[in-house]
């Protein structure tokens, strides 16, 4: 409780000042073979990229709009303006642990993520918000002030969607730098390491409330002469056993 606590006290959401007057589909330009990414012709490609009035950067994670209770959420590797102008960005996406297959026993860390091998290219104005993605060194000890807490996420493993397999990752770097020209992030650092707290499988808690009905009761019918009213008795909700 005390993790939750401490970073909620101290940030607020909110865009970087300085980029609120700039004009919509203004953006920075990516140098050439910026991100690892072969630029096709005829599209223009930037490391920073500003839509609805919101901005963007290679290196951002954001909530993508999808058919589920919650939204996707992906990693922006590469972003792009198409002959037409229309926006685009590519990047993997990372998955909750109720998208991975996994043992019931398995222990997850308070909002952890897994980086899948897939990555998809996505309309930028698919995007509906934006957060952010720590390792776990990163989530114990520093915050962007621009997220709350509830859009702060921890990761540590790769999965791989063919295989179902996880891998540690050494690192979250994503193979890219961003130039001088683009804004970063405020960071606050706690005073001391905040600790880490598991919990269980999503897979347990169904599981749990599946071989567990809930207790029913039963009311039986009122008693002939000289006997009591009608008695209600618990039940499992499981068919009547011989006795």
């Not at 996707?72 to 590469?78: E, G, N, R, T, V």
């Not at 996420?153 to 999965?159: A, G």
Request: negative net charge.
């Amino acid at each position: 409780e005390g993790e939750d606590d401490t970073a909620q006290d101290i940030f607020d959401s909110g865009f970087v000042d300085d980029l609120e007057n700039l004009p919509v589909g203004a953006g920075v330009l990516a140098a050439a073979g910026a991100s690892g990414v072969s630029m096709e012709e005829g599209c223009r490609y930037y490391e920073q990229y500003c839509i609805d009035k919101n901005w963007f950067r290679v290196g951002d994670f954001v909530y993508v709009r999808s058919d589920q209770q919650l939204p996707f959420i992906a990693c922006i590797l590469s972003m792009w303006t198409d002959k037409n102008d229309d926006p685009w960005f590519k990047g993997p996406w990372f998955i909750r642990p109720d998208e991975v297959e996994h043992l019931p026993t398995r222990m997850f860390l308070r909002s952890e993520l897994f980086r899948s091998n897939i990555q998809d290219t996505n309309p930028m104005r698919s995007i509906i918000g934006k957060c952010s993605v720590l390792s776990v060194a990163d989530y114990r000890k520093l915050r962007s002030t621009e997220f709350k807490e509830e859009d702060v996420f921890v990761t540590q493993h790769h999965y791989n969607e063919k295989d179902k397999g996880f891998r540690k990752m050494k690192t979250l770097k994503l193979g890219f730098e961003l130039s001088q020209s683009a804004i970063r992030d405020e960071l606050y650092h706690f005073p001391s390491e905040i600790p880490l707290h598991k919990t269980p499988s999503p897979h347990l808690k169904l599981s749990t409330s599946t071989s567990n009905p809930p207790l029913q009761i039963q009311i039986l019918p009122a008693a002939t002469e000289g006997g009591g009213g009608g008695v209600a008795t618990p039940t499992s909700g499981v068919g009547a056993g011989g006795g």
